[in-house]
């Protein structure tokens, strides 16, 4: 009988010597000395000693020296070689084991039963280190090739040898040694487990080979491995060792995870034990929180697994589930999310099965109710990840319908409320799970409030009828609540009857849909669905979906703001969400939906593409006279940021042909009053959209000309006055070619009705204006000579303004002595529209003048030559002349042709000036109103009565100045008066605006103005304030106005009492934040400064400058903060300063160098570190650095800490010490004036006493003129205490010339003379201490009395 085979730690173990009767190497073969022909022969001896003797001959010492020789280098083989080592290996083993099992009979030969039992179980072994060693070794050189590619790659270009296929060998070698543990060891080992050397040898190599990641890619490889580590730990009782090896497998590999979860559970369902998940769970919840705050790695890794174990084993985790509760209350997030996951998962599929007795029952729902109880909690976790983690399971278990209705709007209200949340992953996993729950809801697929009312109502009307005793003011009672575990049949039939209840519901909801929108009184036939408690549970139902639909109606207002926000997630999940409510007909979703709109001139290439798609959606993948009708009804009812957005949209959608052309044609349709019903409203939508469509394509409106003429300026118009302006609008975007035929067929009657609208009053005054405004812009772009008709537009208004039928003299010519009284012979509202109608003549003419010099040059870069230019004017036209080409090409010669640039531009600038200033001259009739014009806005009593005609009045105004940069500079001032004191605050706004284009077109002119514009930023209208913080920002941001000192005033609008002020201020300083390295950090200390100064609350500062703050980013700039606000402490002394100075450097974000540069600073404010508040920041401060500061540094920061508190008690103690000293000089004081006063008083009673024949009543003055004071509390306090002690009162008062004087007492003789009585009053100035008081005295007295003598 061959020795015992013990399993080495290493192969090459095998050649030592053993003392111990143990298998071991005793001749090895060097395979490296043989050729390959003697190397293919010794393989083929070897194989055949396997094949032909008996199946354990391995033990043989011949035959298992030369196996091991082999294994041992089995790299050098040749692939023929190692297949069939491989195949004689594994067949003998394959064969081995069904030999196992015939060991309990009767053997055929006389071998002893234990010498058989021997021998199976050495080849046994041996079999299974001999293959465990080639794969391992097979793996490991592949490992290492694929490490030096290169090397292999050029290796098998010059190696012709074919390669072995490997992987299925390796998948059939470790399923035959998972089936050897699969078999009845028992009848080997002698026992039911076998001995711990072979499976601690099985279990090692097996997790060795799970490290390796590409050998997981096999799936026969992979599940045998899993079957291995499953039996040895389960059925084997292997379950510790295997238990730690797991942990520390996941903790190292994180692609080991699922595969783990996947063993534990085979296992459990294979031998239906599952210990090794239990002992798992146990580890893990044994493990100390803190260890996974250190290793977040290991931390994610161990979280997924739980994951996929409660996604496995639900009921064996549910049971087991207590022990894992507590590490809620760890630190790690990462912890927190997967238990997130893992009770989401239980929920899901661990309380299905509700077969059993009603205790076990009631034990499983109340087990139920506590997941759920703590999955609402953790929706308040203080992690943003464990928040939006736990958003994500409630919209799994909503997808899992594993959420009640009573549980409904639970979930509902709180994912409503953390669409606010802080943190941008949250509110994407809100949105994400309000979207859920409106696709999954039980309510039915219409969610209108006035449905769920109607209907609710009237099957309340008949579960009256049901119970007539019982009132029903809500009937939730139907709806059994969660947290009634104990009733669980209660809870189980209410399962059941809500479920058939919603189908009802969703049927009944739909029925009465038509009367709620028709208004129809009528109450539809309520059916019936049953008894009592069907109905009931009905109602419930009912009233839990009426909840459910205000809830999300109510976050209506939330998603408009985050339609604002600055997360592109955000956004387009916001969009996702507003989508699935309109589906669902939620209120407030369609007005919501339209609010999308302004977001297609978005930077961010997704929220356009969001806002594209979901557009295309809603409006476009219709019919075509559907979509015609969506986008007309959108044109007619936006506003005018909307219409410039809806015409990008439609812009590009017709240029990739998503509008297609039979929509085009159903829009003309619409029209054109093709189609029955339609309004003059829709008609002009039709032609506002097919005008947007004209963009990109300009043939739209060429084929209905005729159609715009007759209808946009026919009898329609008077209906819609509106649809005039759109048809002017629709001129301007003809083709060029579109335009000459309409001049030439219908150009008279196009310019005439254009002139007499203009002109005329027909049209209302709200929409005049508007249409004007068109119409002149579509002359200047159609007509041929458009300042000729233009001119004649502006005589024919001044003439109906002025009443003047006739005659030569223009009425701006007559003398204007009293405007007042002119005025009272003329209408208001015409010369209103008469300025307006000039200057609005003048801008389109700048305009002509400027697309005239870009044509021309457009022209001079195609020909590739310049061309001389004369100049000739007829009123304010410019004729362009040619020279002969001869010329042309000897000015090009001699470098001419950047004069001729010149030329023209110089041209250009004196057609611009004759605009304004040819009324100087006599030949420009806009010119010549200008004076009128300025004398007309200076009467500020006449503005003021005519509100109207100052709005007029300053538009046209502003506007010449625009033109003008001479007139612009003569009635600056004017405007700016005008800007503050005029009463009207859409003058006010409109010179704001103005000031904007002025600062654009004269910035040198504009900018010693610059303080009155920012000025606006404390105006007290709204209008005007936004309307400010828009031009400020279009100017700063564009660079067209530099930074001033008075950006302060921007800042305070970050605080602004309007929300829509406060989000334009905050984007501003947002984009003012990304331009260069940060505007911000220069302009903070200065910002910090004045707002100090400024009266405002402390929380609107705080605010203020936090944000601002939060807006710079990099390290060098908040380092360098420290070091600037630390220095101006030094600079102020007043308390308010040294707080704000303090809070704004507790607002930064420090770095180590930032906190070593506050510790140097040290000395720049040790004197504030007396204040409370100031310390407190301090405090906080230190605390952040805490944080992430290292060994070295937290130790510094300790010792500051320390130091910081020292000098705050110190400076403590001082102001204590000072305060203590004031307060005992002035005790010391008082004390001395009462002493003097006792003592005088003494001496002038004896005084009085010994005189003689002084009978005369003597009165002091200070009290018959009653102007005796008290000077101070504490003087009085002291008077009444000296009072008290002897009997006698003195008072203090105050002499004119301002000394302080003791009174002397009152007594009841009264023959003092006057002058005795004054000269007894001693100033206390002149008191130093009482040792000088006493001497004085006694010399007082002794001058009295020689007196007396």
């Avoid at 100090?1092 to 903060?1121: G, R, T, V």
């Avoid at 009085?1276 to 000296?1282: H, I, M, R, T």
């Amino acid at each position: 009988m061959a020795p015992a085979f013990i399993f080495p730690p290493n192969i090459r173990d095998l050649e030592a010597d053993c003392d111990d009767d143990r298998l071991s190497v005793r001749t090895s073969v060097e395979i490296s000395s043989f050729r390959p022909s003697e190397l293919e022969e010794f393989v083929k001896g070897v194989s055949f000693d396997l094949s032909d003797k008996e199946l354990f001959c391995v033990e043989e010492q011949d035959v298992f020296d030369r196996v091991y020789s082999l294994v041992r280098d089995f790299s050098l083989l040749t692939p023929p070689c190692k297949l069939n080592l491989v195949e004689s290996l594994r067949s003998n083993f394959s064969v081995l084991l069904p030999n196992v099992d015939s060991l309990s009979r009767n053997p055929q030969d006389d071998t002893p039963v234990l010498d058989r039992v021997s021998s199976h179980r050495n080849a046994f072994k041996i079999y299974t280190f001999f293959l465990f060693h080639i794969v391992l070794a097979v793996e490991s050189n592949q490992n290492s090739n694929n490490n030096n590619s290169k090397v292999a790659a050029s290796s098998r270009k010059k190696n012709s040898t074919p390669s072995w296929n490997w992987e299925p060998q390796r998948g059939r070698i470790v399923s035959l040694i998972a089936n050897s543990l699969e078999i009845n060891l028992g009848l080997l080992f002698g026992s039911t487990d076998p001995d711990d050397n072979y499976l601690s040898f099985v279990v090692k190599n097996t997790f060795s080979m799970f490290e390796n990641a590409a050998l997981l890619k096999d799936s026969n490889t992979k599940d045998a491995l899993c079957r291995i580590i499953g039996t040895c730990a389960t059925k084997y009782h292997y379950t510790a060792q295997s238990c730690a090896s797991i942990l520390h497998l996941i903790h190292k590999c994180d692609f080991v995870v699922t595969h783990m979860a996947e063993t534990v559970a085979g296992a459990e369902k294979k031998y239906a034990d599952g210990s090794l998940a239990v002992s798992l769970i146990r580890e893990i919840g044994r493990t100390n929180p803190k260890d996974y705050v250190r290793d977040t790695v290991g931390a994610e890794n161990i979280g997924r697994f739980l994951v996929e174990l409660a996604d496995q084993l639900p009921k064996l985790m549910s049971t087991n589930i207590g022990i894992l509760i507590p590490h809620f209350g760890g630190e790690s997030y990462k912890i927190r999310n997967a238990l997130v996951g893992v009770l989401g998962k239980l929920v899901a599929k661990a309380f299905k099965d509700v077969e059993g007795e009603v205790s076990s029952k009631s034990v499983r729902l109340r087990t139920k109710q506590a997941m759920l109880e703590i999955l609402l909690e953790r929706c308040r976790d203080v992690s943003a990840y464990t928040r939006s983690r736990v958003l994500q399971v409630w919209a799994e278990l909503c997808e899992d319908h594993a959420v009640s209705i009573g549980l409904w709007n639970e979930v509902a209200v709180i994912a409503a409320g953390r669409l606010e949340d802080k943190s941008a992953i949250v509110r994407k996993s809100a949105l994400h799970l309000l979207i859920m729950m409106l696709q999954h809801n039980p309510f039915g697929p219409q969610l209108r409030i006035l449905s769920f009312e109607a209907t609710l109502e009237k099957y309340k009307e008949r579960l009256r009828e049901l119970e007539p005793t019982v009132p029903v003011e809500s009937v939730l009672e139907g709806i059994p609540s969660d947290d009634d575990a104990g009733e669980a049949d209660g809870e189980i039939d209410h399962v059941n009857a809500v479920g058939e209840a919603a189908k009802q519901q969703e049927s009944v909801s739909d029925s009465c849909l038509p009367h709620v929108e028709d208004g129809n009184m009528q109450d539809p036939s309520v059916l019936d669905v049953g008894n009592l408690e069907q109905t009931r549970a009905l109602v419930a139902s009912l009233e839990a979906g009426l909840r459910f639909s205000k809830c999300i109606s109510a976050t209506m207002p939330t998603l408009v703001q985050l339609m604002a926000s600055s997360s592109a997630t955000d956004v387009e999940n916001t969009i996702l969400l507003l989508m699935r409510c309109r589906q669902f007909q939620i209120d407030g979703s369609e007005a919501c939906l339209r609010k999308m709109l302004p977001l297609v001139f978005s930077q961010d290439k997704s929220i356009y593409e969001a806002v594209e798609s979901a557009f295309i959606a809603i409006y476009i993948k219709k019919g075509p006279s559907e979509t015609a009708k969506n986008l007309l009804n959108l044109a007619v009812d936006s506003s005018i940021g909307d219409l410039a957005a809806l015409e990008l949209l439609v812009d590009a959608l017709v240029s990739k042909g998503d509008i297609s052309n039979s929509t085009i044609s159903a829009l003309w349709d619409f029209f054109s009053f093709s189609v029955s019903g339609v309004t003059a409203e829709q008609s002009r939508g039709a032609l506002s959209v097919l005008c947007m469509a004209a963009k990109s394509s300009t043939r739209v409106l060429g084929s209905h000309l005729q159609d715009i003429i007759d209808i946009g300026f026919g009898r329609w118009a008077k209906e819609d006055p509106l649809l005039a302006r759109t048809a002017c609008l629709a001129l301007q975007r003809l083709s060029e070619n579109d335009k000459e035929i309409m001049l030439s067929n219908s150009g008279g009657r196009v310019f005439g009705t254009l002139q007499n609208l203009i002109t005329g009053f027909w049209l209302p005054e709200s929409i005049w204006y508007s249409f004007a405004d068109k119409a002149i812009s579509a002359i200047y772009s159609i007509h041929p000579t458009p300042e000729v008709f233009a001119a004649n537009v502006v005589k024919r208004s001044l003439l109906s303004v002025f009443d003047c039928m006739g005659g030569d003299e223009s009425p701006i010519d007559t003398d204007f002595g009293s405007l007042n009284n002119i005025l009272s012979t003329m209408q208001v509202t015409k010369l209103s529209r008469y300025l307006f109608i000039i200057s609005h003549v003048a801008l389109n003419q700048l305009v002509y003048i400027e697309s005239c010099v870009r044509k021309i040059q457009k022209q001079n870069a195609q020909k590739g030559k310049s061309r001389p230019i004369s100049e000739n004017f007829q009123g304010d036209c410019t004729e362009v002349t040619e020279l002969p080409m001869k010329e042309n090409s000897i000015n090009a010669e001699l470098g001419l042709a950047a004069s001729e640039d010149m030329a023209l531009d110089a041209l250009a600038e004196n057609a611009e000036k004759e605009i304004i200033s040819g009324g100087s001259v006599g030949r420009c009739l806009i010119g010549h109103c200008t004076p009128f014009l300025s004398k007309l806005c200076r009467n500020f009593s006449l503005m003021q009565k005519y509100p109207e005609l100052q709005a007029s009045g300053m538009l046209a105004l502003c506007r010449f100045m625009a033109i003008d940069s001479d007139f612009c500079e003569a009635n600056l001032q004017l405007m700016f008066t005008v800007v503050e004191s005029a009463p009207s605050e859409t003058v006010r706004s409109n010179c704001i605006i103005a000031m904007g284009d002025l600062a654009v077109r004269f910035p040198n002119l504009l900018e010693p103005w610059t303080e009155n514009m920012y000025a606006r930023l404390r105006d007290p209208s709204t209008s005007v304030r936004k309307n400010a913080v828009l031009v400020l920002s279009h100017l700063i941001l564009n660079d067209m106005m530099k930074v001033k000192g008075y950006i302060n005033e921007m800042a305070m609008r970050l605080e602004d009492a309007d929300e829509r002020i406060s989000s334009l201020a905050k984007l501003f300083f947002l984009e003012l934040s990304k331009k260069g390295s940060n505007p911000i950090y220069n302009l903070l200390p200065d910002i910090l400064s004045r707002l100090s100064n400024q009266n405002l609350e402390k929380d609107a500062f705080c605010n203020i400058m936090q944000f601002l703050i939060s807006s710079i980013k990099k390290d060098k700039q908040m380092e360098a903060l420290v070091e600037k606000l630390c220095n101006r402490f030094g600079g102020v002394t007043d308390i308010k300063q040294w707080e704000y100075i303090s809070y704004c450097l507790a607002q930064l974000t420090f770095t180590e160098k930032g906190i070593r540069k506050l510790i140097e600073s040290f000395k720049t404010y040790e004197h504030v570190l007396s204040e409370d508040s100031v310390m407190e920041h301090f405090k906080y401060i230190i605390s952040k650095g805490k944080k992430f500061a290292k060994t070295e540094l937290k130790s510094s920061i300790e010792e500051f800490e320390e130091k910081l508190n020292k000098f705050h008690m110190e400076k403590k103690e001082q102001e204590m010490t000072a305060r203590n000293a004031q307060v005992h000089q002035q005790k010391v004081g008082c004390l001395e004036g009462l002493i003097v006063g006792k003592d005088n008083a003494e001496r002038d009673a004896e005084g009085d006493g010994s005189q003689d024949g002084a009978a005369s009543e003597i009165t002091d003055p200070s009290e018959e003129d009653g102007s005796t004071q008290t000077l101070n509390n504490g003087s009085e306090e002291k008077a009444a205490e000296s009072e008290g002690n002897s009997g006698v009162f003195s008072e203090v008062i105050e002499s004119e010339t301002g000394d302080m004087e003791v009174k002397s007492p009152k007594i009841s003789q009264r023959g003092a003379s006057r002058s005795k009585a004054k000269s007894g009053g001693v100033v206390m100035k002149d008191i130093k201490d009482d040792a000088s008081v006493r001497r004085k005295i006694r010399a007082n007295r002794r001058v009295d009395a020689s007196t007396c003598e």
